[in-house]
């Protein structure tokens, strides 16, 4: 069972960011912090986050643009204050973009910006919240766990170089080749951050019913999100740098 003091969620203002966050204040044992990040609090998006943290006093909405340098340090400062000396303990990588574009369609520009929101954003954040270390520090717990200390890049199965999940209905070129990335870096830090104990894990969630997910989808995001949550209470050091989906199984590079 997931039982995490501080969980950071970026992208939280809709989809499965949204429903993660709403979901930990159902748990029974829900983090005294729950961090939800997104790009413009205060814009028409945000409105159902604001909601959330007016009434449960855990969440706290931190202002975060993940490809900006200066947004990011300011976020670090914050939940740095926040957090009061403590450690991070989960930190889950979810913001993304994803444009539909063809192998004929596709465009440097497209592709160069959806890799900096997919994997160069992911590696930036990642690197300054690494109060995930104070928080491996100090933690009585052995191996590796969510609890303890974590980092979940929010992958997908589009970008299994074995699988490449309907690539007939959603080619993506950049989006897939990004998530492809994202799986690379996970295994990157799952052995620089062996030694800390920080436990590193690439997740498709589904193919969930969001705006990014499209019509088609076959899963309801509360659904994904609920079992993504198990599943989180259920990994650990034989889980680092494995490449898992919402149920927790294995999916193939």
Not at 110 to 126: C, F, H, L, Q, R
């Amino acid at each position: 069972m997931l039982n995490a003091r501080s969980v950071l969620v970026t992208g939280s203002n809709r989809g499965i960011g949204l429903e993660l966050i709403r979901q930990l204040l159902g748990k029974s044992k829900r983090p005294e912090w729950i961090f939800a990040t997104c790009r413009d609090p205060e814009g028409p998006r945000a409105q159902e986050l604001k909601k959330l943290a007016a009434q449960h006093h855990e969440v706290k909405i931190i202002p975060l643009e993940i490809t900006d340098s200066s947004s990011i340090q300011a976020a670090v400062t914050k939940v740095t204050d926040l957090l009061q000396g403590a450690g991070l303990n989960l930190l889950i990588n979810n913001a993304g973009v994803a444009k539909d574009n063809s192998l004929e369609s596709e465009t440097a520009e497209d592709m160069a910006e959806v890799y900096k929101n997919n994997v160069i954003g992911p590696m930036m954040v990642t690197q300054a919240f690494l109060l995930l270390r104070k928080a491996s520090q100090e933690s009585r717990q052995k191996g590796m766990s969510c609890s303890k200390a974590a980092i979940i890049n929010v992958s997908s199965e589009g970008g299994s170089i074995t699988n490449i999940l309907i690539f007939d209905l959603v080619p993506c070129i950049g989006y897939r080749c990004s998530k492809a990335a994202l799986n690379m870096l996970t295994r990157c830090q799952s052995l620089g951050y062996a030694e800390d104990e920080i436990l590193c894990v690439a997740l498709h969630p589904g193919w969930v019913q969001t705006d990014m997910g499209g019509t088609e989808a076959t899963m309801p995001v509360d659904a994904s999100a609920r079992a993504i949550l198990n599943t989180f209470g259920r990994l650990t050091e034989k889980d680092n740098g494995t490449f898992v989906n919402w149920e927790g199984a294995g999916v193939p590079w």
